[in-house]
């Protein structure tokens, strides 16, 4: 099963609405909204909030909930989390959490964890596929392979895609490359002019929705995929 995802990390309301066109049939998904486009919601698709966690200022915290539209799944900016936050957001009325990176792997599935909220681990991040290189720069991995693909269709339990949004409209090709157009997009640009042709985020995840359409492969968003587990009695692990 696959799962996409997004964070709308720096993306303006404007920018992800010219997302939602751009990909008119992107298979269900879900969305962690950031607060660059708070007010933000994703017609036919499932949202959740991405809010930005400092530990060091525990009066920051902040974990949104909008009564209105109650949303069932949390992930928080790079990916912060703690066993008192899990237990914050459980009290708060989260189903889930989608925090944990088992990034390259097979998949995984979701568990309950012990704070009273559910884990949804994360497969692949575009921005560290990108970050692989820098962060161990003996390795041998290239970023956007095949593999990952392979990997997600292949999959047997859930594999979840974490893609940003902003890096699909720049097609981020590397952190020198998205900090350059980062600049450019504070400065007012609108982010679907900064992207240029060539390998990238968004030729990869163009390549991904293809593989999927052309495999027929399962989709859910993550939601979804939580209360199928749940559903199913499993999680206990
Ligand atoms: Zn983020």
């Known amino acids: 099963m696959i799962c996409l995802t997004f964070d709308t990390d720096w993306m303006r309301a404007e920018d992800m609405e ?32 991405h ?23 949390i992930r928080s900016h790079s990916c912060v989390t703690s066993h008192l936050l899990s ?31 559910w884990e949804l681990p994360i497969s692949y991040m575009d921005n560290m596929d990108m970050w692989f290189g820098r962060n161990w720069a003996d390795a041998p ?26 890096h699909i409209a720049f097609n981020s090709s590397s952190p020198e490359d998205y ?3 980062r600049a450019s997009h504070a400065g007012g640009a609108s982010a679907w002019t900064l992207g240029a042709p060539g390998g990238g985020t968004r030729s990869f995840f163009e390549r991904l929705l293809e593989s999927i359409r052309d495999a027929g492969a399962p989709t859910q968003c993550a939601s979804e995929a939580v209360l199928r587990e749940q559903g199913n009695g499993n999680g206990l692990g």
Request: proline letters at 10%.
């Open 51 to 73: 809010p930005t966690i400092d530990l060091r200022k525990p009066s920051g915290l902040r974990a949104w909930q909008d009564p209105e539209a109650p949303a069932l799944g």
């Open 179 to 181: 900090v350059r157009k």
């Open 87 to 117: 237990i914050e957001w459980a009290g708060a009325g989260f189903l889930y959490q989608s925090n944990e990176t088992h990034l390259f792997g097979p998949g995984s599935m979701p568990f309950r964890t012990a704070w009273g909220i």
């Open 18 to 49: 010219e997302f939602l066109t751009a990909y008119p049939d992107l298979p269900r998904s879900t969305f962690f909204i950031h607060e660059a486009s708070a007010g933000w919601r994703p017609e036919g698709h499932e949202w959740g909030p």
């Open 141 to 166: 991995r290239a970023p956007f392979a095949e593999d990952v693909i392979a990997a997600a269709l292949a999959c047997e339990s859930v594999y979840v895609f974490d893609f940003h949004p902003v």
